[in-house]
């Protein structure tokens, strides 16, 4: 079965740090993997994905995420936190065994940025 | 370019009760998928519609119902409300074949079941 962990449930970094979150996957083939940000009473939002090619995937907002094959991780970054960034963040994968476009979320890790 | 859209943005039932939520795709879009949202949790999948029939369906029951319209809109029934089913019902749309194209999410559905 495709999934993905992620084993931080918060975050807290001062701003004008970097940032990382957490996932990490667990797949039959490969993997197809995707970042989203849910602001409070709001959808997620997508943030980047991996499919293939390079290990280092560049997305919206400054973000980028690092996929290691060897750790079977897929880590969400920033180079410089703002107070903006707070908000809940879902690793996510596609799963390949399903004939609709089913994506596996994770437990969501809460990034909180102080001022 | 219109989003996904959903209404309403919340609703309070009462436990026995039958709720209908609504989606509309992303302009250009053709396939809806629902997921549920418990607090402190992430997205769960209930199913997925494309060509007005459910495509895939998660674990959850039959009470649990969905359709879509030729216009590709969808809704998402539930029956019999118990307390747990209180949570963020999301819609999110895509277009068939584009496997590997992200999710766009609607804002939700807040259920309050009391």
């Known amino acids: 079965a495709q999934s993905v962990a992620q084993p931080e449930d918060q975050v807290n970094v001062a701003e004008g740090n970097p940032l990382t979150v957490k996932c990490t996957y667990s797949v039959s083939g490969n993997p197809y993997l995707f970042w989203y940000v849910q602001y409070p009473n709001r959808g997620l939002q997508f943030l980047l994905k991996?499919?293939?090619?390079?290990?280092l995937v560049k997305g919206s907002y400054g973000f980028e995420a690092e996929f290691n094959k060897s750790q079977t991780s897929f880590h969400l970054k920033k180079p410089s936190a703002l107070v903006s960034d707070s908000a809940l963040y879902f690793c996510?994968?596609?799963?390949?065994?399903?004939?609709?476009?089913?994506?596996?979320f994770g437990s969501g890790t809460r990034l909180s940025i102080r001022p | 370019d219109a989003g996904v859209t959903q209404s309403p943005t919340h609703l309070i039932k009462t436990r026995g009760q039958q709720v209908t939520l609504r989606c509309s795709p992303k302009s250009g879009h053709d396939t809806v998928s629902w997921y549920q949202q418990a607090l402190g949790q992430g997205p769960q999948f209930i199913f997925q519609?494309?060509?007005?029939?459910?495509?895939q369906r998660g674990n959850f029951p039959d009470r649990f119902s969905g359709h879509q319209f030729p216009n590709y809109s969808s809704e998402l029934n539930v029956n019999a409300l118990l307390l747990g089913d209180s949570a963020l019902y999301l819609c999110?749309?895509?277009?068939?074949?584009?496997?590997?194209?992200?999710?766009?999410f609607g804002n939700g559905t807040r259920l309050t079941v009391t």
């Open positions: 999110a749309s895509s277009l068939a074949g584009k496997t590997y194209s992200p999710l766009h």
């Open positions: 996510a994968v596609r799963d390949l065994f399903s004939s609709a476009s089913k994506i596996i």
């Open positions: 519609y494309y060509e007005e029939e459910e495509r």
């Open positions: 991996y499919i293939t090619g390079d290990n």
